[in-house]
């Protein structure tokens, strides 16, 4: 039987918070293509998994933007970290859109694949990669209630974000999909 709008909604969180803090069994990081660490929540998410994290990300081979990753923790709470490099924003006219909404349905793919229970999501490319925060948050919740509508695959959601524009953004999107 098919999973209902109503349940999957009942299943995404918004939050305001530090990821690298997240008790669920996947965090997703919005990585650069490298995948060995940058800035903001990369870095984060690096610096607080420890040296290990960086070790098992040189075997990846990096990952073009869309795509996602997996590797184990290390020393976060949350037991994966699921890499995805974001669009960099370049006016939308160079497939940002579908590469934004890869990096959350790959991401969700990796989750499902791995029998995550939760996972944690940032706002993906809309720190220096400059994606629009609006259309940004429109992408990712309709791709995750998209995923989960077509593999019929609940899983506790959470968006963890870390300003207050990102956040009241997130929360007004999904209060206007209830």
């Known amino acids: 039987m098919a999973v209902h709008k109503s349940t999957i909604l009942k299943h995404i969180h918004i939050l305001k918070g530090d990821i690298t803090k997240m008790e669920v069994d996947a965090i997703v990081n919005a990585a650069n293509p490298s995948l060995l660490g940058g800035g903001g929540v990369d870095g984060a998410i690096h610096r607080a998994a420890g040296p290990q994290l960086l070790e098992e990300c040189r075997t990846l081979g990096g990952a073009q933007p869309g795509e996602a990753k997996i590797t184990k923790g290390y020393r976060l709470k949350a037991k994966h970290v699921i890499h995805t490099p974001g669009p960099v924003y ?30 944690a999501f940032p706002a993906i490319s809309t720190g220096v990669y400059g994606y629009p925060k609006d259309e940004a948050c429109s992408i990712a919740l309709k791709t995750i209630i998209e ?26 999107h999904l209060q206007e999909l209830s």
Do not use: P, Q
């Not at 934004?100 to 499902?112: E, I, P, Q, T, V």
């Not at 995923?147 to 007004?172: A, S």
């Open 90 to 119: 370049r006016g939308g006219n160079h497939n940002e859109a579908a590469i934004l909404k890869n990096s959350y349905y790959n991401s969700m793919r990796l989750a499902k694949d791995n029998g995550c229970k939760s996972i």
């Open 147 to 172: 995923f989960m509508e077509k593999e019929n695959f609940v899983i506790d959601v959470y968006f963890v974000l870390f300003d207050d524009e990102n956040y009241g953004i997130y929360t007004k």
